[in-house]
């Protein structure tokens, strides 16, 4: 009996405790034009008048559906917020101004209402939504990122892939990063049927500065989950490194890619609340690779390097829950083996300790 609980405890150090120490490699690719935006902001909102305007001509503005603010004007509405009125438009403009509260009280409690309706106990809801936008007007930008892990079936297609874009893209200008988000978001839905893992982080909407901040905060974090990135092309700059040496280890099995994209628009993006079976995530890709408004994009995916491999244990500690969040129907995470009760990923088809076949209607570990 004591060195069955022996062999447990060295079990559980082995496949919990390795990826604390595992070196892993990444790839990233990117880039944005921030300056430019800022800009071109300064002049849609410089009236004499008071009243906001969205800019259309050819000097870098933009027009949003979305872009009109509570207590600004439209030019499309015929209302008009100006600060000069006379003596005989008091009465109306305290009546406007008291209707504006109203019904800016009913929309904030129907929103809440909405949020407390959807909220979920499931492990597949999603609550990372960063409330408290600083209210860029005109200036505002959505941030919004999106991870998709897949398993070892279309690993090796996807890093291949992944790498081939990399090379190639023309991440300097709007046109190629735009295009490098397409055909990521097409590879992506390919292989759709390989995903295990989502997540999705949704921003408020915030002023250009802010906004960058956060973007790159994003950015930063994903980076900062492995140690070594072999291909990138960011700005338009191209560069590789050699990996270190990895030797795949029989309780990794094929080995998982996550895929993170970070993308800033003008507008709102897609949001998504909840993984379930991967729909919402789908339509988030699908909706970001259509943007013709597109401020920055970064896509990094880790590991890198065929040899590297990324099991669901380890994925998991890189990033607990609702950073990802399995897939409905993925066989993910750690489970116990029945024979040799030792710790290992679901995704494996027989425990690497003993060799037993897996049991899939084993529960998964705490």
Same mark, same amino acid.
């Given at each position: 009996m004591?060195?069955?609980?022996?062999?447990? +405890?060295?079990?559980?150090?082995m496949?919990?405790a390795?990826?604390?120490?595992?070196?892993?490699t990444g790839?990233?690719m990117?880039?944005g034009?921030?300056?430019?935006?800022?800009s071109?902001?300064?002049?849609s909102?410089?009236?004499?008048?008071g009243?906001y305007?969205?800019?259309?001509?050819?000097?870098g503005?933009?027009r949003?559906?979305?872009?009109?603010?509570?207590?600004h004007?439209?030019?499309?509405?015929?209302?008009?917020?100006s600060?000069?009125?006379?003596?005989?438009? +008091?009465?109306p403009?305290?009546?406007?101004?008291?209707?504006?509260?109203?019904?800016?009280?009913?929309?904030?409690?129907?929103?809440?209402?909405?949020a407390a309706?959807?909220?979920?106990?499931?492990?597949?809801?999603?609550p990372?939504?960063y409330?408290?936008?600083?209210?860029?007007?005109?200036?505002s930008?959505?941030?919004?990122v999106?991870?998709?892990?897949?398993d070892g079936?279309?690993?090796?297609?996807?890093?291949?892939?992944?790498a081939?874009i +990399?090379?190639?893209?023309?991440?300097a200008?709007?046109?190629?990063?735009a295009?490098?988000?397409?055909e990521v978001?097409?590879l992506m839905?390919?292989?759709?049927?390989?995903?295990?893992?989502?997540?999705?982080?949704?921003?408020?909407?915030?002023?250009?500065?802010?906004?960058?901040?956060a973007?790159?905060?994003?950015?930063?974090?994903?980076?900062?989950?492995?140690?070594?990135?072999?291909v990138?092309?960011?700005?338009?700059?191209?560069?590789?490194a050699v990996?270190?040496?990895?030797?795949?280890?029989?309780?990794?099995?094929?080995?998982?890619?996550?895929?993170?994209?970070?993308?800033?628009?003008r507008?709102?993006?897609?949001?998504?609340?909840?993984?379930?079976?991967?729909e919402e995530?789908?339509?988030?890709?699908?909706?970001?690779?259509?943007?013709?408004?597109?401020i920055?994009?970064?896509c990094?995916?880790q590991p890198?390097?065929?040899?590297?491999?990324?099991?669901?244990?380890e994925?998991?500690?890189?990033y607990p829950r609702?950073d990802?969040?399995?897939?409905?129907?993925?066989?993910v995470?750690k489970?116990f083996?029945?024979?040799?009760?030792?710790?290992y990923?679901m995704?494996?088809?027989?425990?690497?300790?003993?060799?037993a076949?897996?049991?899939?209607d084993?529960?998964r570990?705490?």
């Open positions: 004591g060195v069955r609980r022996i062999w447990l +405890a060295l079990s559980f150090v496949v919990v390795v990826p604390a120490f595992a070196q892993g790839g990233r990117g880039g034009s921030w300056g430019r935006s800022s071109s902001s300064s002049s909102s410089s009236s004499s008048s009243s305007h969205s800019s259309s001509s050819s000097g503005g933009y949003s559906s979305s872009s009109s603010s509570w207590g004007s439209s030019p499309s509405t015929g209302y008009h917020y600060g000069g009125g006379g003596g005989g438009g +008091a009465m403009s305290g009546m406007f101004l008291l209707l504006l509260l109203g019904g800016g009280a009913v929309v904030v409690v129907w929103l809440l209402a909405q309706s959807n909220r979920s106990p499931s492990m597949n809801f999603m990372t939504f409330p408290g936008g600083d209210g860029g007007g005109f200036n930008v959505d941030v919004s999106l991870r998709v892990a897949i079936r279309a690993r090796k297609f996807v890093q291949s892939e992944l081939r +990399a090379k190639i893209a023309d991440t200008t709007d046109e190629g990063r295009t490098m988000l397409r978001s097409l839905r390919r292989v759709r049927d390989a995903w295990v893992y989502g997540g999705a982080v949704n921003e408020p909407m915030r002023a250009m500065e802010t906004a960058k901040a973007f790159d905060k994003h950015v930063d974090d994903a980076r900062a989950r492995f140690d070594v990135e072999t990138t092309n960011v700005q338009g700059k191209v560069a590789t990996a270190p040496e990895h030797t795949p280890r029989s309780e990794e099995g094929a080995g998982l890619i996550l895929v993170t994209l970070v993308v800033a628009a507008s709102e993006l897609f949001t998504v609340t909840r993984i379930g079976n991967g995530l789908r339509q988030a890709l699908d909706a970001a690779s259509h943007r013709t408004d597109l920055a994009i970064e990094i995916w890198s390097e065929d040899a590297d491999r990324l099991s669901s244990v994925l998991e500690a890189k609702p990802l969040i399995p897939i409905e129907g993925a066989l995470g489970i083996c029945t024979y040799c009760s030792g710790p990923p995704e494996l088809v027989s425990c690497p300790h003993c060799g076949p897996r049991d899939t084993l529960p570990a705490a």
